[in-house]
């Protein structure tokens, strides 16, 4: 061996070996979730793993709250996709005056705390009676998934070329025409890739559940630390039901990890 | 896309056509696309503006006021500004102002570092090196509830398996959340193991954009791989990483998840960082004028920093 490939083989063992110990505390999660309860303070890695935790986790009440999840998700998701493609086109194929302020617009409501906006959802919600709803947390979803749709999908409709539109405009069909039957098509993997993001983002929120809801929409995430609050620390239990939140953001990360950083800088990054 | 010229509404239309028909045709072409415009973007902005400029104006407004749910009339606007005059002599609102600004040039300094040095390693064209790469995304795609419960594991002495080994190797330790001086430093290490990989993804990006023949001249001419970095990597990707400074910076303002589950904002205020004192005193203490102003000071940092990105988001390597 050469030292070339010497010094290759080096640098592929140090990453692996990195990539090993900065995953250690999420792999012991892991771990964890699988040990019987009667070993669960044990630090051996010899056991015999069970899916008990897992039973204990998902009754009734942790199983609903993975819907609600689900559902504020999915309907934040599919509404910020309606409202926002459309907007992300328009942005990306004209000028007009006053763009450059609702882009900034659309960056601030990226980067602003969330608790300025959930005092004004808080006072309004109890008047309207949307408080602790599915809905509720749906239409709070939408302060960002809104502004991510727009400023990521206006980079994927960027990079389509105009002269195919203007050729569907030259045979006739109008604008939304030449949208629906050029642009969107050719646009669709970057639309998948939004849409999944949102619904990681929706997914993982734990500050706007704590707040907005109780009982009757309580998330996965506010199930969790429920569990630890009424169950005296149930530690094999806490860990299930945290790898059963963490799954779906998983595979979904896989689907997406090329678009990661255009959708987390969402705004701040002129393409 | 800034240079693209503008498009003329109506050149499509026009092209090849002289007769007044044609001109007709034209208007009316311009005046649908025009329409489109307008339908493709109300809904959108509209709703934004119901979701987010309501609440922002809704927010101001009980910002001036000391609205708390048991009392009435507090609902008053004959003081409007008590409130900030009340955060700035509250030495436990300064506190949380510096205990921000502590935690966050800890992470930031550390994610920089982290994820610079992860990305200069990982930088190579390979298989493998892409696939770790993926793997290093993990702690940053995490719901945050669940990076939390994976810290508390490792925080908490009884289950800990890093208490475990320091037990072991005979070094045991307290508890390091439930120690004022060092609940800081175990937020900070949290924290950044789950947003270094912002930074190398960003570090990573930068390092693909960098030109190749400065680099081979610099290597014919002697210089080491330290030197290399120094002198011809580093000058290229200086920007992109003081963009992803920025980001960190924002988002490091609205830390909840870490704080609120490992040290709920103690011991005795140790980590209780500005956003989370207005958590506390909005929804524990239900002092909700009081926690409006705070979220309003929030809201006038990130809005500057904000303004900070756009201006330093055109000078970056990712610009061309």
Known sequence: ?271 | MATEPRLDLTAVAKTGSRGAANRAEARGWAREQRRALRWGLAPALSVLALVTLAPAVWLIVTSLTPLTPTEPGSFDFSEPWQNYQQAFTSPEFVRSVWVQIELSFVTIVLQLLLGLGIALLLDKPSKLLDTVRTGFLVPMVLPPIVVAIIWKVIYTPAISPLHRLAVFLGVPFHSLIGNADTAIWAIAAADTWEWFPFTMLMALAALQMVPKEPQEAARIDGAGPVQLFWHVRLPYIRGTLVVAALFRLIDSIKAFPLIYLLTDGGPGGATQVTNYYAFVQTFNFAYWGYGSAIAMLLVAGVFLFSLLISRAGGGMALDE
Not at chain 1, 109 to 130: D, H, K, N, V
Not at chain 1, 161 to 190: H, Y
């Open chain 1, 1 to 271: 061996m050469n030292s070339r490939t010497v010094r290759a083989w080096t640098r592929y063992a140090i990453a692996v070996a990195l990539l090993g110990v900065v995953l250690s505390p999420a792999l012991w999660l892991v771990l964890m979730s699988f040990r019987p309860n009667s070993d669960i303070m044990a630090t051996t890695l010899a056991f015999r793993p069970t899916l008990h935790n897992y039973a204990e986790a998902w009754t009734g009440e942790f199983r609903a709250s993975f819907e609600h999840s689900l559902s504020a998700s999915l309907a934040s998701t599919l509404f910020a996709l309606l409202i926002g493609v459309p907007a992300a086109y328009v942005l990306a194929r004209w000028r007009f005056r006053g763009q450059h302020q609702v882009a900034m617009w659309i960056l601030v409501t990226r980067m602003a705390p969330p608790i300025a906006f959930t005092i004004p959802f808080f006072l309004a919600y109890t008047s309207l009676g949307l408080m602790d709803t599915v809905a509720g947390l749906a239409v709070i979803y939408v302060t960002f998934n809104l502004a991510l749709v727009i400023w990521t999908m206006k980079g994927f409709f960027d990079a389509v070329p105009r002269s195919l539109e203007e050729a569907a405009w030259i045979d006739g069909a109008g604008v939304w025409g030449a949208f629906a039957r050029v642009a969107l098509p050719l646009a669709a993997p970057g639309l998948a890739a939004t849409g999944i993001l949102c619904f990681i983002l929706s997914w993982n929120d734990f500050f706007f559940a704590l707040i907005l809801t109780r009982t009757e929409a309580m998330t996965a995430p506010v199930a969790i630390v429920n569990f630890m609050q009424y169950a005296g620390f149930e530690w094999g239990k806490i860990a299930a039901g945290g790898v059963s939140v963490m799954l779906p953001v998983l595979i979904f990360t896989v689907l997406v990890r090329r678009y990661l950083v255009s959708g987390l800088t969402a705004g701040g990054v002129k393409e």
